[in-house]
């Protein structure tokens, strides 16, 4: 239950951080949005609220009196919420979590009875859904309707072309998947020197910048590698990595994906951000509960 104007949140924000970006980051909304709610507000109040310079956002004198005055009611409202809790059971509200083979969500789900001890309001209902390029782009592309989040990699590439926003968790190291019965799935770790003569499937290039960086390296040092383009990631392209006997690209969180296959850390620094896909207007729900997560994260 909201109790104020969202420009209210983004003014206290944007007090305490000196920043619309920083405020508009906290809050899960773009700058261009909290500096509108600022714009609006200051309107209503009839005076300037910030000065704005190169340096940042420094409060006026009314300004300094108005963030002070609301800090107070804030924290009575708070005070009263939680009493009126006590006294009432909260009705639940679902986070709609869409999972995949390649998107299981393994690790967000193992968290999140903790997360619920402290919002117990909060329920994860688990949507399942195929990894085809026009499905997942689909889903990205209209998070918050059917689904409200995605537990997966990303790059900016990915959000500009999905139009979709990231609570980032986590840079996960990229691997090379190999079949269980090529003598490489035998090795404690490998290096690109073990694929002399042998073969890498990969995204196309340009889909993901991290992963062109793999791509660049074997190019510049290992002419001899073949690399084989793909253009989405799916339970077909581990199939093809078991049947040709090759290696494939591929993301530490798919250890279970195929039977067959193997994924195998390497000697590289490569790695791809990780975490939770939402829509750029998220609801309060996704909101508070992305609020919820960070809170859990920043104890551990």
């Known amino acids: 239950m909201k109790l104020f104007q969202p420009n209210i949140e983004t003014f206290l924000k944007s007090a305490e951080t000196g920043s619309f970006s920083k405020a508009a980051a906290q809050l899960y909304i773009s700058v261009p949005a909290a500096a509108r709610q600022i714009n609006v507000l200051e309107k209503e109040l009839g005076f300037p609220l910030f ?61 999140f009875p903790t997360l619920r001890q402290k919002e117990p309001w909060m329920e ?44 980032f968790q986590k840079n996960m190291p990229l691997r090379l998947a190999v079949p269980v019965r090529n003598p490489l799935s035998e090795k404690q770790e490998l290096c690109l020197e073990d694929l002399r003569g042998s073969a890498i499937l990969m995204p196309a290039e340009g889909l993901f910048k991290e992963m062109d960086a793999v791509r660049q390296e074997v190019r510049r040092h290992y002419p001899e590698i073949r690399i084989e383009d793909f253009s989405v990631f799916g339970i077909r392209i581990f199939s093809r990595c078991e049947n040709e006997n090759i290696a494939l690209l591929a993301v530490d969180d798919w250890q279970e994906v195929h039977p067959l296959v193997k994924l195998m850390p390497v000697r590289w620094n490569h790695t791809i951000p990780f975490g939770i896909l939402y829509s750029r207007t998220p609801s309060d729900q996704v909101r508070w509960f992305l609020k919820a997560l960070q809170q859990a994260e920043t104890k551990r």
């Open 124 to 167: 994860l209902e688990l949507v399942d859904y195929r990894n085809n390029v026009d499905n997942a782009h689909s889903i990205l592309a209209n998070l918050g309707t059917g689904i409200d989040v995605v537990q997966a990699f990303y790059d900016q590439q990915l959000l500009e072309r999905t139009g979709c926003q990231a609570y």
């Open 51 to 111: 000065v704005r310079t190169h340096r940042g956002l420094k409060l006026t004198p009314a300004g300094q009196s108005f963030y002070t005055d609301m800090k107070k009611i804030l924290s009575s409202t708070d005070l009263a919420v939680q009493r009126a809790r006590e006294k009432a059971e909260l009705q639940p509200s679902r986070i709609r979590l869409g999972i995949s083979m390649l998107a299981p969500g393994t690790s967000l789900i193992s968290e």
